[in-house]
């Protein structure tokens, strides 16, 4: 066959358009404000056991019902106006940090049309964890003084966060920056990564190719052990955050500090205290958060 009657070959088909960023910033604030509505409760009786303001063998249900009995709903709800006003933009951040963040792996392949791995995936999740602290981190600083408090010491969250100025300036507000970021990398890695599995393995289960044919329960499901996937490896972290940012000013040099104490006065098991309500609330609130997120992704698809 002479050069002229070869066949050429086909011209490499053009790069995916991404989705729009505006799309994953909006539909994570959704999902943000679902998992405050769901998971808050246990979240305040997970920091109660982490900072010594509930008895050493203290149940979940034990407290809950005591939270419940003397403060009402409203107590079960203390310290929530905080992940409120911040969790729907850090949620916002955190799915655009994990889109910004395929772009950039995405980026590093030699062909733009490759589908990212798992571990491109896992890689992702984690860098949105950066630009999330920002954020989260101050809201946490508030979240657990207002949450380990004494009823009626502070009116509310601006209160709280005028007391820490006065107290240190931005650097008290900021306070648990690092501990932060100790917790939340790993944990972010650990939440998209098993998001992302759970609904690959239920795709290849249901003989689909497009996630976006799964159904409401298998959304859930997928959330739900993506949040206790990232409790299981973010709660030591989180212990020793909680501690460091609800503690008096100088009562610890740094993160390391806390854990050297925390090793000293009660041991390694101490690192895990708050994994029951952690995780109890972790499969509820996550579910919830990912279901906000898939549906007001779908309803916002006109953007793409």
Same mark, same amino acid.
């Given at each position: 066959?002479?050069?002229?009657?070869?066949?050429?070959?086909?011209?490499?088909?053009?790069?995916?358009?991404?989705?729009?960023?505006?799309?994953?910033?909006?539909?994570?604030? %959704?999902? *943000?404000?679902?998992? %405050?509505?769901?998971?808050?409760?246990?979240?305040?009786?997970?920091?109660?056991?982490?900072? *010594?303001?509930?008895?050493?063998?203290?149940?979940?249900?034990?407290?809950?019902?005591? &939270?419940? @009995?003397?403060?009402?709903?409203? *107590?079960?709800?203390?310290?929530?106006?905080?992940?409120? %006003?911040?969790? +729907?933009?850090?949620?916002?951040?955190?799915?655009?940090?994990?889109?910004?963040?395929?772009?950039?792996?995405?980026?590093?392949?030699?062909?733009?049309?490759?589908?990212? &791995?798992?571990?491109?995936?896992?890689?992702?999740?984690?860098? +949105?964890?950066?630009?999330?602290? #920002?954020?989260?981190?101050?809201?946490?600083?508030? =979240?657990?003084?207002?949450?380990?408090?004494?009823?009626?010491?502070?009116? !509310?969250?601006?209160?709280?966060?005028? #007391?820490?100025?006065?107290?240190?300036?931005?650097?008290?507000?900021? =306070?648990?920056?690092? $501990? &932060?970021?100790?917790?939340?990398?790993?944990?972010?890695?650990?939440? /998209?990564?098993?998001?992302?599995?759970?609904?690959?393995?239920?795709?290849?289960?249901? *003989?689909?190719?497009?996630?976006?044919?799964?159904?409401?329960?298998?959304?859930?499901? $997928?959330?739900?052990?993506?949040?206790?996937?990232?409790?299981? %490896?973010?709660?030591?972290?989180?212990?020793?955050? +909680?501690? /460091?940012?609800? #503690?008096?000013? !100088?009562?610890?040099?740094?993160?390391?500090?806390?854990?050297?104490?925390?090793?000293?006065?009660?041991?390694? @098991? @101490?690192?895990?205290?708050?994994?029951?309500?952690?995780?109890?609330? $972790?499969?509820?609130?996550?579910? #919830?958060?990912?279901?906000?997120?898939?549906? +007001?992704?779908?309803?916002?698809?006109?953007?793409?």
């Amino acid at each position: 066959m002479s050069s002229s009657e070869a066949v050429e070959s086909p011209p490499p088909p053009p790069p995916k358009k991404p989705e729009s960023a505006l799309k994953s910033f909006l539909s994570g604030g %959704v999902g *943000g404000i679902c998992v %405050v509505l769901v998971g808050h409760p246990l979240d305040l009786i997970k920091v109660r056991m982490q900072t *010594g303001g509930a008895s050493a063998n203290a149940s979940v249900l034990g407290i809950f019902a005591k &939270t419940f @009995a003397q403060e009402g709903i409203p *107590g079960l709800y203390r310290g929530v106006s905080a992940p409120l %006003v911040a969790v +729907s933009p850090l949620y916002a951040i955190s799915f655009w940090g994990y889109d910004i963040g395929q772009r950039l792996v995405q980026w590093t392949k030699p062909n733009n049309n490759t589908e990212l &791995t798992m571990i491109d995936k896992c890689w992702a999740g984690g860098f +949105s964890a950066i630009p999330t602290t #920002a954020v989260m981190a101050p809201s946490e600083r508030i =979240k657990c003084i207002l949450q380990t408090s004494a009823p009626g010491q502070y009116k !509310g969250m601006l209160d709280c966060a005028q #007391a820490l100025y006065r107290e240190g300036g931005l650097r008290s507000i900021f =306070k648990g920056t690092a $501990a &932060t970021l100790l917790r939340d990398i790993p944990g972010s890695i650990a939440w /998209f990564g098993m998001y992302e599995y759970a609904k690959l393995s239920m795709m290849q289960l249901q *003989g689909y190719d497009d996630p976006t044919k799964l159904s409401p329960v298998a959304v859930l499901t $997928a959330g739900g052990l993506a949040g206790m996937s990232c409790w299981i %490896v973010s709660i030591p972290a989180d212990v020793l955050k +909680s501690r /460091f940012q609800t #503690a008096p000013a !100088g009562t610890y040099a740094g993160i390391w500090d806390v854990y050297r104490h925390l090793m000293k006065e009660e041991g390694p @098991a @101490a690192l895990f205290t708050g994994i029951r309500p952690a995780l109890i609330r $972790a499969f509820p609130a996550n579910a #919830a958060c990912f279901f906000g997120m898939e549906v +007001s992704r779908k309803m916002l698809s006109f953007m793409d």
